[in-house]
C-alpha cells in the first residue's frame, strides 16, 4: 500500500516518511486499514477537476 501513498521519490529520499506512514498503519483498526485501503484504490480524480464549473478552493499541501 505504501507505493499508493507516497510517491518514489519520497519513499527514496524519506525513509522517515515510510516509516511513520507504517507505523501509523500498523495501529489501525481492520475496519479502519479496510477504509484506507479502499481510498488509496480509488481512480485518479484530476481529470474529472477539469469539469468543475463553480468557483472552486484546492488545498494541496507542500512540504519544503
Sequence with gaps: M??????KS???ARPDLVE???????QMSPPTC??????????DSVEILK???VPTLL???MRT
Design 2 to 7: 505504501i507505493p499508493r501513498l507516497l510517491g
Design 10 to 12: 519520497t519513499r527514496e
Design 20 to 26: 511513520g506512514a507504517l507505523r501509523m498503519m500498523r
Design 34 to 43: 479496510h477504509s484506507a485501503t479502499r481510498m488509496a484504490e480509488r481512480p
Design 51 to 53: 469539469t468543475i464549473n
Design 59 to 61: 488545498v494541496r499541501e
